[in-house]
């Protein structure tokens, strides 16, 4: 508990995510042309992230190794060089999967 300037109290309170992971929303979604999103794991574990077109055709591997247990680890995806559309980021891990929609509007 700390004080600030308009004598008002701030309280840190630590967040908890239930499962063995978590995989924030993409921001900004729409985006032109970069938008980033957070992932962070229970426990140490080779996670790959990679980007899909609405066809099922991986068109970028954002990550494809070890992500370490307690950090946030923030991805940066770079739409500069695909075309306007719907992609899918899916985020595999040794124990979880998920998908998230990102919009690239130009």
């Known amino acids: 508990l700390t ?9 840190e309170v630590p ?12 921001y900004p979604n729409p985006f032109n042309p970069r938008a980033s999103f957070d992932l962070e794991v ?4 080779h996670v790959r992230v ?3 077109d609405v066809s099922g055709r991986a068109v970028r591997t954002l990550h ?6 307690g950090g946030i680890r923030t991805f940066v995806l770079d739409g500069a060089d695909l ?3 719907v992609y899918f980021v899916r985020a595999e891990g040794q124990d979880f ?3 998230r929609k990102a919009v690239i509007l130009k």
């Open 3 to 11: 004080a600030n300037p308009s004598g008002l109290s701030d309280v």
């Open 97 to 99: 999967t998920a998908v």
């Open 42 to 45: 229970k426990r140490d574990q």
């Open 15 to 26: 967040v908890a995510f239930a499962g063995p992971y978590r995989l924030g929303r993409i």
């Open 64 to 69: 494809d190794g070890m992500v370490a247990a």
């Open 50 to 52: 990679t980007v899909y």
């Open 83 to 85: 075309g306007s559309g």
